[in-house]
């Protein structure tokens, strides 16, 4: 298992745990302002819609963990939208009314996109070492 593989199926671990601590902290509200959501750790304000995201990010980096190809594409396109995420957050905390991302999750997602990013756009595929004799 290559780097880049082990990081997508750490982050899709981790992304599916965050969901269901999201669920038991939240339940189904759909609260979008950062301040008054539910939060995780009394931290990380989420919503039923925001725990949903958790989720699918969380099965898709588990699914792409299985091969080099879309271990890589998952960590740079979920890089990326994370810092797109983190942008949102810190222009519209409540992401438009709809999922809350203000407050201490702008720079949580600034820290997934960066390190998703990073592993995904400076990952290698495994090579092997050459077998046989040499005279």
């Known amino acids: 298992m290559t780097t880049v593989q082990r990081v997508a199926q750490i982050f899709g671990v981790v992304f599916i745990l965050v969901a269901l601590v999201g669920f038991y902290a939240g339940g189904m509200s759909m609260e979008a302002d950062p301040a008054t959501a539910p939060a995780i750790f009394g931290m990380f304000p989420v919503n039923l819609l925001h725990n949903i995201v958790h989720l699918l990010f969380g099965i898709w980096g588990l699914a792409a963990s299985r091969s080099f190809t879309g271990a890589k594409q998952y960590a740079q396109i979920a890089g990326v939208l994370y810092i797109i995420l983190a942008a949102v957050g810190y222009m519209s905390p409540d992401g438009f009314g709809m999922v809350p991302l203000g407050g201490n ?31």
């Open 105 to 135: 999750d702008v720079w949580l997602h600034v820290a997934l996109g960066v390190i998703l990013a990073a592993v995904g756009f400076t990952a290698k595929p495994a090579t092997v070492a050459p077998t046989g004799s040499t005279i």
